[in-house]
């Protein structure tokens, strides 16, 4: 199945570095300067790297990462960008990288069992998602992920439990309700699928992505018209275009009971929680 079109914009980025001091006398012929101390970047700095795109944060929080191998954020945040750009086995990498050295760290726990989703390796996941709903059993995101990575290694009654006490925990989490509906769609259960997609895109903090999910349900059910309104709103007119035409060739009459092997799962993005 072809995966569904994205726009990824990457930013050449340029790193300038002083040159050493000129001599100031005839001492310094004999001496060696010592290299410069590199310190991590100021809070201002990195936050201003967030909001950049994957490849600019994936070379700057790998240059933060070599300067302080224990830093708590640097990693984490590697393996988040690295998982964007779908380096997969790279972002699992720099996540269990930073768990060496910080065996505690939550955050490395649950990006490196997103990153082993990602690559289809959801069995190697298991073990830091259960270590990080242990460590966090309140935090509703151990859970969610636990659900996905259940389901990918056909514990399907773990997964549906593990998503029922990540909604116990985030009351109608439009994250947790995707997964869940990204899990009947495998299971050809396209009405249960759209019901809980609508149930997600009604929340204030639903992603647009949540809403794309929905076009696509609907589209496979036959509703192309409401799936048409909802990709434009959400879409440029090429990418909407694009994903309506995988649609149509998919023939909207014939799909309303999509095979399981691939239709969700080239949307199966809801990683964040």
Do not use: C
């Amino acid at each position: 199945m072809s995966p569904m079109p994205a726009l990824l914009a990457t930013t050449a980025l340029m790193f300038l570095s002083a040159g050493p001091s000129l001599a100031a006398g005839p001492e310094s012929a004999q001496t060696t300067t010592a290299p410069a101390v590199r310190t991590p970047a100021s809070a201002q700095t990195r936050a201003a790297y967030d909001r950049m795109d994957a490849l600019s944060r994936s070379v700057f929080w790998a240059n933060e990462q070599e300067i302080d191998p224990a830093d708590p954020v640097a990693g984490v945040r590697l393996a988040q960008a690295l998982r964007e750009l779908g380096r997969y086995d790279q972002a699992a990498e720099a996540a269990q990288a930073t768990l060496t050295v910080q065996p505690a760290n939550l955050e490395a726990m649950l990006e490196l069992g997103r990153a082993h989703i990602a690559r289809g390796q959801a069995f190697y996941g298991v073990a830091p998602l259960e270590q990080a709903r242990a460590l966090a059993p309140r935090d509703w995101r151990p859970w969610s992920l636990l659900g996905v990575a259940y389901e990918q290694v056909n514990r399907f009654d773990d997964a549906r439990a593990a998503w029922n006490q990540a909604l116990t925990l985030s009351p109608d989490n439009p994250d947790v309700l995707t997964n869940a509906a990204m899990a009947a769609m495998t299971h050809g259960d396209a009405p249960g699928a759209e019901a809980l997609l609508r149930r997600a895109a009604a929340q204030p903090n639903a992603s647009g992505q949540v809403r794309q999910n929905l076009a696509m349900v609907l589209g496979l059910q036959g509703k192309m018209g409401e799936a048409e309104q909802i990709l434009r709103r959400e879409l440029p007119p090429q990418l909407a275009e694009q994903n309506l035409a995988w649609l149509r060739a998919r023939g909207a009459a014939s799909a309303s009971a999509p095979s399981p092997s691939g239709d969700a799962a080239r949307t199966w993005n809801s990683l964040g929680g």
